[in-house]
């Protein structure tokens, strides 16, 4: 199985869609291949007053929108005991630390968005706005829509009665991550097989015109590793019906 190495996706949820929306709360949960790790998420819903005291802006559009919410989701969003921004950042930036120390030798690791221009572009401004530094590397930054939409048959949306709760969100576009990474990998897997494929048959098709390599003074043109994929090419045609159409026990 092809593996996926430990990554952040990150969800907001907020009063507004401009990059100085205010911030409602934070949602982030680790994945890898096996899952979305449960026992290390982070959710934390902001006093809004504090976000505004900072600079950021409420828009009045985006709170009528929220006011046709669920309204298990909106007591989530706005009612879950919330704090001030300077601790939501700094409890986030805990997190993330602790989160690269556990799984990636403190080192950076991956960090996920459904718009990596909305989420990241607004968080990073809370930290700005706080005269902090945000904790994670913009290098890593990775945009969860762009990826989906080479795959939209592998999206996951969460039910109605629960989207827009950041911690859900979070987890549901993680889940979704995963099975296009895994997809992806599949892929890149299958064209370097092909690759070793096709040079495989070439070398056949050089030895069987009756062109002769000698591994002790062409060792430069066929290697061991040539031989290994001879072998391959050969159990291919096996397996494919075809009859084994050269022997490299001269080796």
């Known amino acids: 199985m092809a593996t996926i190495e430990p990554q952040i996706m990150i969800d907001l949820e907020t009063v507004g869609v401009e990059s100085l929306a205010a911030i409602a709360s934070i949602g982030a949960v680790v994945f890898n291949e096996s899952g979305v790790i449960e026992s290390d998420s982070f959710y934390k819903t902001v006093e809004l007053q504090s976000v505004v005291n900072i600079g950021m802006e409420i828009e009045p559009g985006a709170m009528l929108w929220w006011m046709k919410q669920n309204e298990s989701v909106r007591k989530a969003t706005f009612e879950h005991n919330p704090e001030n921004i300077e601790q939501v950042l700094n409890a986030f930036s805990t997190w993330v630390s602790e989160i690269q120390s556990k799984y990636n030798n403190g080192q950076p690791m991956n960090i996920w968005a459904r718009g990596a221009s909305f989420d990241f572009t607004i968080l990073k401004n809370a930290y700005k706005l706080m005269g902090k530094t945000e904790p994670w590397k913009f290098w890593k930054e990775r945009c969860f829509?762009?990826?989906?939409?080479?795959?939209?048959?592998?999206?996951?949306?969460?039910?109605?009665?629960?989207?827009?709760?950041?911690?859900?969100?979070?987890?549901?576009?993680?889940?979704?991550?995963?099975?296009?990474?895994?997809?992806?990998?599949?892929?890149?897997?299958?064209?370097?097989?092909?690759?070793?494929?096709?040079?495989?048959?070439?070398?056949?098709?050089?030895?069987?015109?009756?062109?002769?390599?000698?591994?002790?003074?062409?060792?430069?043109?066929?290697?061991?590793?040539?031989?290994?994929?001879?072998?391959?090419?050969?159990?291919?045609?096996?397996?494919?019906?075809?009859?084994?159409?050269?022997?490299?026990?001269?080796?």
């Not at 299958?190 to 040079?199: G, I, M, V, W």
């Open 145 to 251: 829509r762009t990826l989906a939409d080479q795959y939209p048959e592998l999206d996951v949306k969460p039910p109605e009665t629960s989207a827009h709760c950041a911690l859900t969100d979070a987890h549901y576009q993680a889940c979704g991550a995963i099975k296009m990474l895994l997809a992806q990998s599949k892929v890149s897997e299958q064209a370097k097989l092909k690759e070793r494929l096709d040079q495989s048959l070439m070398l056949i098709d050089l030895m069987c015109n009756g062109i002769e390599w000698h591994i002790d003074t062409h060792s430069e043109i066929i290697t061991e590793a040539d031989y290994e994929m001879l072998d391959e090419a050969n159990l291919f045609l096996h397996n494919n019906g075809y009859k084994r159409i050269v022997s490299n026990e001269s080796k």
